[in-house]
């Protein structure tokens, strides 16, 4: 268990509709990153939060849209899914200091039929 | 942008066997992370490398930080079965997001 939590763990949903996905980090890890992973794929990262703040833009579309509360929970929203947005959705926490490894969460998988 | 190169892509290895992987990147990093992840669950950190030249094991795992900072390599010894999975390497510099590799895909044969 690496102490990061992902909500829902599925989520399936239809073409046009929006979700919120949701990530709570590790006790004491300022940075928040997601990422999306299709089908035996690699790891895209989209975004990342810093304390509240975005730090750093991946290849997130503008559809998608983050934030990171002030209890330093972050929720990833999609909106106007389309089929090529299924795919699992991985949150990663970290201290964000100079040894700063990334734990991720179980992650959510996200079917849009 | 940067980019990682996992090699091999897939690879198929009898039980008990010692497995050798590498990752490769066209720009210098500081830092090197090795993860494994089973189908549908998230990636697990295996080792963290700070220092050129490190060598760090974790149990049957032996990771190093190659010295030219380009790459990364992981070693398992004597395999078993749970260590089917796809292992990801990603690295960074100080300053930077991590850039994970596509990953090595292991499956071990009875």
């Known amino acids: 268990d690496s102490g990061v939590t992902q909500t829902p763990k599925h989520l399936i949903t239809a073409t046009g509709q929006r979700v919120t996905l949701r990530c709570s980090p590790r006790?004491?890890?300022?940075?928040v990153y997601w990422y999306q992973q299709s089908l035996d794929q690699g790891l895209q990262f989209l975004i990342q939060y810093y304390n509240g703040e975005e730090r750093a833009k991946g290849n997130i579309l503008e559809r998608f849209s983050a934030q990171q509360f002030p209890d330093l929970h972050s929720e990833l929203n999609l909106s106007s899914l389309e089929l090529g947005d299924s795919a699992l959705y991985f949150c990663a926490s970290s201290v964000a200091q100079e040894r700063d490894e990334q734990y991720f969460g179980p992650g959510t998988r996200l079917t849009v039929t | 942008g940067q980019q990682l190169n996992q090699s091999p892509q897939s690879m198929f290895i009898q039980e008990g066997e010692d497995v050798s992987m590498n990752c490769t990147s066209s720009?210098?990093?500081?830092?090197w992370l090795w993860y494994k992840q089973d189908p549908g669950e998230g990636p697990v950190l295996l080792i963290a490398?700070?220092?050129?030249?490190e060598l760090t094991s974790n149990g049957r795992l032996t990771a190093q930080f190659g010295i030219t900072r380009k790459d990364s390599f992981l070693n398992i010894s004597a395999s078993i079965p749970s260590d089917v999975g796809i292992y990801f390497c990603a690295g960074r510099n100080y300053g930077q997001n991590f850039v994970f590799g596509p990953g090595t895909r292991l499956s071990v044969l009875p």
């Open positions: 490398l700070y220092k050129a030249g």
């Open positions: 720009s210098i990093f500081n830092t």
């Open positions: 006790s004491g890890d300022l940075s």
